[in-house]
């Protein structure tokens, strides 16, 4: 089994937050995630266009390549979750008590989701997420969750993430569907409105992460359980 790999983009200065990408993948696949792979790809490709703006804003942009290409639910199988708490915990070892915010397309704003749990995580944007009624809202508890799909999507279910959003919002700080228009899954068509949209609801998170702070007394959100 391969292992993963994490692409860096730190800024100069001492880093305010971290912004790690999650790219899409499979229902199941036990082929390693190489640099020919159109999901990471795509991924890497929001990655250059956002990443002037993301350092400028004193963020650091990871990017996270999968071990495998496939989720591989059940026991024993390799899926993307494990690989994302490695590297949520290389973040937290590192940048002790610097919020994370998990940005994911497709299969990634699944693995966001089961992974938001971890102390470092503030919130999810989920890009045109693969969410299904089994996956967890638990862990969202005390997060935000910012979720745009298109209703051209084929491949993942603009449906399915709306109703995952509004149970989210029973534990979760904030959550929200946003409605990208005759969109559809790949961020091939209208690339600039995902990458702003990634963007901008991003930024969001982290200014609601700090105003929730300020509010609670500067304390940081407790893993759910």
Do not use: C
Request: charged share 20%; proline share 7%.
């Amino acid at each position: 089994m391969s292992s993963p790999g994490l692409t860096r983009r730190d800024p100069a200065q001492a880093t305010h937050g971290i912004v790690l990408m999650l790219h899409g993948g499979a229902q199941t696949g036990l082929r390693p995630v190489g640099g020919r792979s159109a999901s990471l790809r795509r991924t890497t490709t929001m990655r250059d266009v956002l990443e002037p703006r993301v350092l400028r804003a004193g963020m650091s942009l990871w990017l996270l390549r999968f071990g495998v290409r496939g989720w591989n639910h059940g026991v024993g199988d390799p899926s993307p979750v494990p690989d994302a708490r490695w590297a949520l915990d290389m973040a937290a070892q590192e940048h002790p008590g610097v919020p994370v915010v998990l940005l994911g397309h497709s299969m990634g704003g699944r693995t966001a989701v089961h992974v938001a749990d971890h102390p470092s995580v503030v919130g999810v944007v989920g890009l045109a997420p693969w969410l299904e009624p089994s996956d967890p809202v638990s862990t969202l508890a005390g997060r935000h969750l910012v979720a745009g799909h298109g209703s051209r999507d084929r491949i993942t279910s603009a449906q399915m993430t709306r109703a995952y959003v509004d149970q989210a919002r029973t534990v979760a700080a904030s959550a929200e569907f946003v409605d990208m228009g005759r969109l559809g899954h790949y961020m091939l068509a209208s690339p600039q409105k995902w990458n702003r949209f990634a963007l901008r609801s991003t930024m969001q998170i982290f200014d609601r992460s700090r105003q929730h702070t300020r509010a609670v007394g500067g304390e940081s959100p407790e893993p759910a359980h």
